[in-house]
């Protein structure tokens, strides 16, 4: 996995990346690779991302804080790319110590991540209300009017807390008021949640606030290996998504070097992952998406539904015409499969090869996919109970068919295959 770093003595920054519309499982796969790495940093996104992991028959969803936690010999970072709301961020904490995890010991973070005011989240329902029939389906955590103002130059960043906060958090909480009124929203409440948003900002300043794109860059000289956790997927990229139905970062490998301050040259492996079939939260085009009983019966069976808002997800057959876009963009060297055993008992799987409109055939991601029908081809499925199998020798054939399509229709290896929620249902290949 860190061959290049071994060979050269210096270190390597590996990412793990979600390539549809997120929801794939990283956080598990994450905790799988820490013993790998000696650091974890987050690089992108906010609490509208919710990484899910579960053993020793305990359950955690992790929304801000790297999914590398758990391990006590690591450092995990949460860098200058992510949005970080203080009340969030203190509850998920406080539940982590309570569990006996020792978190000021094993995170850092930046001081130019920037902050999610009780403010950014009334203008996130503000601004949705405002596009009416157009709405774009956000989380409602203020995650857009937040990346909105780094753009703008108008911010609040971690680093502000440490001096000359209280005037600086007033005039900004002014600037969000004086526009909730000019859009004539004014029927909101923030008192209680304001009381305990800054009750996070004091706990915040008990971790250490630090310039991590130094440090990170002072460990990879010391040899050190960097694992950069994703957030969301590319189909969901402020550049390269389905936009406008995107999030507010950037979520590919070219996020990692700007979330994190590292270098291109840096990169080592880029680990793909998605899942056996599409699945999609909110509003947006969605070619492969199932209205049918078979829809709903993958969206029982996998437990498709958001980690953060619990609403359902939209599901769908794979989709070849985003994965391979996803695999350009980003520079995939290996692919993860998950949820491979949410398919057992179909006797057929289909697999989205092309998108079809108007009578035009494309294999390659099209401006805009409103509209598209997606073009099928049928495989024969596996009528047996993957989530007992421990090692590839006891896959089915046909399911080992399923994953020799993939690869040879995507050109890139599948590496590990996921068979069930617990991190010992992990498969290398």
């Given at each position: 996995?860190?061959s290049?770093a071994?060979?050269?003595?210096?270190?390597?920054v590996?990412a793990?990346?979600?390539?549809?519309f997120?929801d794939?499982?990283?956080g598990?796969?994450?905790?799988?690779?820490?013993p790998?790495y000696?650091v974890v940093?987050?690089f992108?996104?906010?609490?509208n991302?919710?990484h899910?992991?579960?053993?020793?028959?305990?359950?955690?969803?992790?929304?801000?804080?790297?999914?590398?936690?758990?391990?006590?010999?690591?450092?995990?970072?949460?860098?200058?790319?992510?949005?970080?709301?203080?009340?969030?961020?203190m509850?998920e904490?406080?539940?982590?110590?309570?569990?006996?995890?020792?978190?000021r010991?094993?995170?850092?973070i930046?001081?130019?991540?920037?902050?999610?005011?009780p403010?950014h989240?009334?203008?996130?329902?503000?601004?949705?209300a405002?596009?009416?029939?157009?709405?774009?389906?956000?989380?409602?955590?203020?995650i857009?009017p937040?990346?909105?103002?780094?753009?703008?130059?108008?911010g609040?960043?971690?680093?502000?807390?440490m001096?000359?906060?209280?005037?600086?958090?007033?005039a900004l909480?002014?600037?969000?008021?004086?526009?909730l009124?000019d859009?004539?929203?004014?029927?909101?409440?923030?008192?209680e949640?304001?009381?305990?948003?800054?009750?996070?900002?004091?706990?915040?300043?008990?971790?250490?606030?630090t310039?991590t794109a130094?440090?990170?860059?002072?460990?990879l000289?010391?040899?050190?290996?960097?694992?950069?956790?994703?957030?969301?997927?590319?189909?969901?990229?402020?550049?390269?998504?389905?936009?406008?139905?995107v999030?507010?970062?950037s979520?590919?490998?070219g996020?990692?070097?700007?979330?994190?301050?590292?270098a291109p040259?840096?990169i080592?492996?880029i680990?793909?992952?998605f899942?056996?079939?599409?699945?999609?939260?909110g509003s947006?085009?969605?070619?492969?998406?199932?209205?049918?009983?078979?829809g709903?019966?993958?969206?029982?069976?996998?437990?498709?539904?958001?980690?953060v808002?619990?609403r359902n997800?939209?599901?769908g057959?794979?989709?070849?015409?985003?994965?391979?876009?996803?695999?350009?963009i980003?520079?995939?060297?290996?692919l993860?499969?998950?949820?491979g055993?949410?398919?057992?008992?179909f006797?057929?799987?289909?697999?989205c090869?092309?998108?079809?409109?108007?009578?035009?055939?494309?294999?390659?991601?099209?401006?805009?996919?409103?509209?598209?029908?997606?073009?099928y081809?049928?495989?024969?499925g596996?009528?047996?109970?993957?989530s007992?199998?421990?090692?590839?020798e006891?896959f089915?054939?046909t399911?080992?068919?399923?994953?020799a399509?993939?690869e040879?229709?995507?050109?890139?290896?599948?590496?590990?295959?996921?068979?069930?929620?617990?991190?010992?249902?992990?498969i290398?290949?």
């Amino acid at each position: 996995m860190n061959s290049t770093a071994n060979k050269t003595h210096r270190g390597q920054v590996d990412a793990l990346l979600g390539i549809v519309f997120g929801d794939e499982g990283k956080g598990k796969v994450v905790d799988v690779f820490t013993p790998h790495y000696d650091v974890v940093a987050r690089f992108a996104g906010g609490p509208n991302a919710g990484h899910t992991i579960i053993f020793d028959g305990k359950k955690f969803v992790l929304r801000s804080i790297p999914s590398g936690i758990f391990d006590e010999g690591k450092l995990n970072i949460i860098g200058n790319g992510c949005v970080i709301a203080p009340d969030l961020f203190m509850d998920e904490a406080r539940e982590l110590e309570s569990n006996g995890y020792d978190l000021r010991s094993r995170l850092h973070i930046s001081n130019r991540a920037h902050l999610i005011l009780p403010t950014h989240r009334v203008l996130d329902r503000a601004y949705e209300a405002a596009k009416g029939k157009n709405k774009v389906g956000t989380t409602g955590k203020g995650i857009g009017p937040t990346y909105s103002e780094k753009a703008s130059r108008t911010g609040l960043r971690v680093g502000d807390i440490m001096e000359g906060f209280e005037a600086k958090y007033a005039a900004l909480k002014a600037r969000h008021e004086q526009i909730l009124a000019d859009l004539n929203y004014t029927d909101y409440d923030i008192t209680e949640e304001e009381k305990r948003w800054l009750q996070g900002i004091d706990y915040l300043r008990q971790f250490v606030i630090t310039d991590t794109a130094t440090e990170i860059n002072r460990m990879l000289e010391q040899g050190k290996n960097v694992l950069a956790e994703g957030a969301q997927g590319t189909m969901l990229d402020i550049d390269h998504g389905t936009y406008p139905f995107v999030s507010s970062s950037s979520t590919t490998t070219g996020g990692v070097c700007t979330g994190l301050g590292v270098a291109p040259n840096r990169i080592g492996e880029i680990f793909g992952i998605f899942k056996a079939y599409s699945t999609r939260v909110g509003s947006g085009p969605f070619p492969v998406e199932l209205f049918d009983e078979t829809g709903d019966l993958i969206r029982e069976v996998g437990h498709e539904y958001g980690a953060v808002t619990g609403r359902n997800r939209r599901c769908g057959w794979v989709d070849l015409v985003a994965l391979k876009y996803a695999i350009m963009i980003n520079g995939v060297t290996q692919l993860i499969m998950m949820k491979g055993d949410v398919l057992d008992g179909f006797k057929t799987i289909r697999a989205c090869i092309a998108y079809e409109k108007d009578g035009e055939r494309v294999t390659d991601m099209p401006f805009d996919t409103e509209g598209w029908e997606p073009v099928y081809r049928d495989l024969p499925g596996w009528d047996q109970n993957l989530s007992s199998m421990t090692s590839k020798e006891e896959f089915p054939q046909t399911f080992k068919d399923y994953i020799a399509f993939l690869e040879s229709e995507l050109a890139t290896p599948i590496t590990i295959v996921s068979v069930g929620p617990d991190r010992e249902q992990t498969i290398r290949m």
